[in-house]
Structures are given as structure tokens and as C-alpha cells.
């Protein structure tokens, strides 16, 4: 997993950070950089937890399959400024590969990137859902070169994440966010609201 993690943020470059920065409408890319490195332990974790359950391996195994060789990485800036487009649709759809990893918690996950980070809430709800297929691009291309079975998926994303996690700071608070029951309320729609305003 800690592999992963340092391929994911190889490919938030700099000049990828900008651009999101542009497309969320954030003044500080360095608050949008804070905040690209707790989504990414956050959405590597939740891709843990997916991993140690059957059911829900298997899910992400075929969506990787179908949806993720990592393609998009080959020009990720052409991607987000809308210069590349994709083959699949399903690859960019940040806000359901978010959703499944999350479910009713995205909420508290917006709010937690938000508070150490400094973005507010719907920027930092966004933010997830541009870096979110990034993330599955990584772990579909690393499936991809290394010939990976679901096996072989599980094993390279539960070993050695638990380390990685610790070393973020905000790793005990993801964590916790993770294990709670989302039961969902007014505030879920209304972050959603928010968030495709923003989008547009």
C-alpha cells in the first residue's frame, strides 16, 4: 500500500494541484495539496477495508477490470482540463467510486479534510471526487502490469497500509471516520447540492 500511496502522489504533481485548485475554485494550492494527502490516505484506507471484505472485493476487483487500467494517467492534465477525454466514462465518475468507498460518510470525511486543510466542506467534497480516479488508476494499473489476480489485488492493497496510515496525521481520525455507521441525514443532500453547484 505504501507504494501505492507514493504512485498516487507522484502523478499529483505540482501543476495537477493548480489545476485542481482552478477547477474547485481554491485560492491556496497549498490547502488543496494538504488536503490531495488526506483524501488519498483516506480513499487507500477505505480501499483497505474493501479489500479484507469478500463481497466487496470482488466488487472492486471488476470494477477495476471494467472501469480502471490507468490510462487516464498517461496525460492526467489533459484529463482535468478537459483537453483528453476518456473511452469509459466510468473511470472519471469520481462521485460514485467515492461513494461506494464511503457510502454516508462522506460527509464527515469532507468536514475532517476541510478542518486540516482549511478548504471548506463542498471544495473539499469535490476534491475527493477529481483525486478519486486517480487513486483507481493507479491501483488498475498496477493490476494491470503486475498481472494481479483478486488475490493478488488484496494482498498488495492490505500490505503494509496500516504503517502508511499511521504516519498521517489526521491517519487516527480517518481511521475512526471509517468505522463508524453513516446513517445519513439532511446534511448528505445538501453537501451534494454544494457540490454540483461547484462542478458547473
Do not use: C, W
Not at 479484507?52 to 494517467?73: M, N, P, S, V
Not at 496500516?162 to 453513516?182: H, N, R, T, V, Y
Amino acid at each position: 500500500m505504501t507504494n501505492l500511496v507514493n504512485e498516487v502522489h507522484k502523478h499529483l504533481s505540482d501543476n495537477v494541484i493548480i489545476q485542481l485548485s482552478k477547477q474547485i475554485g481554491a485560492q491556496d494550492p497549498n490547502q488543496v495539496k494538504r488536503a490531495a494527502g488526506d483524501i488519498v490516505q483516506l480513499l487507500t484506507h477505505a480501499l483497505q477495508n474493501s479489500a479484507g471484505q469478500e463481497e466487496q472485493k470482488r466488487g472492486l476487483y471488476g470494477a477495476i477490470e471494467r472501469d480502471h487500467d490507468g490510462g487516464i494517467l498517461g496525460d492526467l492534465m489533459g484529463v482535468f482540463t478537459g483537453k483528453k477525454q476518456v473511452n469509459n466514462p466510468k473511470t472519471m465518475n469520481g462521485a460514485g467510486i467515492v461513494n461506494h468507498l464511503l457510502g454516508k460518510r462522506q460527509l464527515e470525511a469532507a468536514q475532517v479534510i476541510g478542518q486540516n486543510s482549511g478548504l471548506d466542506i463542498f471544495k473539499s467534497g469535490v476534491l475527493m471526487q477529481l483525486i478519486a480516479p486517480v487513486i483507481m488508476g493507479v491501483v488498475g494499473k498496477t493490476t494491470k502490469s503486475k498481472g494481479l489476480d483478486l488475490g493478488g489485488l488484496a494482498s498488495i492493497l492490505l500490505g503494509g497500509g496500516q504503517q502508511q496510515q499511521e504516519k498521517s496525521p489526521a491517519g487516527g481520525i480517518f481511521g475512526k471516520l471509517l468505522d463508524m455507521d453513516g446513517d445519513g441525514n439532511m446534511m448528505d443532500d445538501l453537501l451534494n447540492i454544494g457540490m454540483k453547484i461547484l462542478r458547473k
